[in-house]
Structure formats: C-alpha cells, structure tokens
C-alpha cells in the first residue's frame, strides 16, 4: 500500500520560513513527477510546485518563483518544498501528491490525474 507522508508544517511568524518534506512508502520515485498543492480556506486548491525525478525539471506557480524551493533527494526517496517569506496569505494545508509521467511536470502541474495523495501538512502563518 503506498502512502505519501508529508512533514515539516507548522506555525511560523511572516517573513519565516518552513520546510516541509514528502515520503513515499511503499513507492520508489522513479519516473514519477511529484507536486506540492495547497488548499486555503475558501479558496480552490492550486499546485504550488513540482518536480520531475526522471529529468528535475520544475515548475512553479507563478506567484511563489522565488519564494519556494523544491528539491528532491534521490537517495532519501524524499522531496522537500523550502517555504521562504512566509506571508500570512501562504496559510493553507499542504499536500504532496505523486503522477507516473516519465519526463518533464505537465501531468503534475495538471493535477488531475494524480496517483497518490499525502493527507497534508498545515501551515499557519500568523503573528
């Protein structure tokens, strides 16, 4: 049974930052793009990030290029999802989902097909 077990949230002060991790059990990421979503109150959820473990090719939403990092390490079978300047707006629970697509991120920035979903980590942030 594969499980995705997220990490790392929590609450933080704006202009802090957090990182969160992803680790999948019972799945080696190998061909797999994984993302970062996140679902605000009231809001729609949207991908954040994403990133391919075939070729590490990334994607981010426009709104956060500079602000996230996401990085994978291979040898950990983990992604991590670097939350920098954290803004009160950045609030939401935080999932990571995983896609079997070969190349490139256009399955995970989609969002709509994933395979597996983690069941979040929240992320507060609040003085």
């Known amino acids: 049974q594969v499980q995705l077990v997220e990490s790392g949230g929590g609450l933080v002060q704006p202009g802090g930052s957090l990182t969160l991790s992803c680790t999948p059990s019972g799945l080696t990421l190998n061909d797999y793009s994984i993302g970062w979503f996140r679902h605000a109150p009231g809001k729609e959820r949207e991908v954040v990030s994403c990133?391919?473990?075939?070729?590490?090719?990334?994607y981010y939403a426009e709104s956060k290029k500079g602000q996230f990092t996401i990085s994978r390490d291979s040898a950990k079978n983990t992604v991590y999802l670097h939350l920098g300047s954290l803004k009160p707006e950045d609030t939401a629970v935080y999932y990571c989902a995983v896609v079997h697509e070969p190349s490139g991120t256009g399955l995970c920035v989609a969002g709509n097909g994933m395979d597996y979903w983690g069941k979040g980590t929240l992320v507060t942030v609040s003085d």
């Open positions: 990133i391919s473990s075939s070729d590490s090719s990334t």
